[in-house]
């Protein structure tokens, strides 16, 4: 079997999208369509705040996705990488499809000066985990974020 890494095209629209969708069910969540399209749009677009994607294909298929983002850290000169989203079709997990989108970012992330490249997973993401112990480094670092029902400042006013 031979994986192919390659950035996305405006003609993987249909193929990112089924993969996407698995990913979004996976952590049990769904997008509105419009959330779907302006992602999509960002992907391919040449905004250096906005997120790129690679694809992995077998036999000309996409078979797995990941986006990433390069950003500022307030504890380095250089950017990082944060490797937002990675995901294998269940047919073909096991195979390398995963490590070989990793190590992809890592290789965009080479090119781009950015030498720490992160990413989050859930805890119970035990399948994904064992990849992640081989091709990463566990971090102490525990995630903490806003409420989604606390009000905005400007909600507030």
């Known amino acids: ?12 629209r249909a193929a990112w999208s089924e993969l996407w969708s698995a990913y979004l069910a996976f952590y049990e969540t769904n997008l509105p369509q419009l ?34 983002l390069f950003h500022r850290h307030g504890w380095s000169i250089e950017n990082c990488c944060y490797l ?29 000066g950015a030498p720490n490249v992160y990413w989050l ?11 992640y112990d081989r091709v990463g480094s566990l971090t102490p670092f525990i995630k903490y974020a806003r409420p ?6 400007k909600e507030k006013a």
């Open 84 to 112: 937002q989203d990675l995901y294998a079709d269940p047919s073909v997990r096991g195979q390398g499809i995963g490590r070989a989108l990793i190590e992809a970012v890592y290789k965009q992330a080479d090119i781009a």
């Open 121 to 131: 997973t859930q805890d119970f993401n035990h399948d994904a985990r064992k990849l």
């Open 1 to 12: 079997m031979t994986i192919t890494i390659r950035p996305l095209k405006p003609g993987d």
């Open 35 to 68: 959330v779907f399209d302006t992602y999509f749009d960002r992907l391919l677009g040449d905004d250096a705040q906005d997120f790129s994607c690679l694809l992995a294909e077998v036999d000309g298929k996409v078979v797995g996705l990941t986006h990433y």
């Open 148 to 153: 989604k029902n606390a009000p905005t400042q």
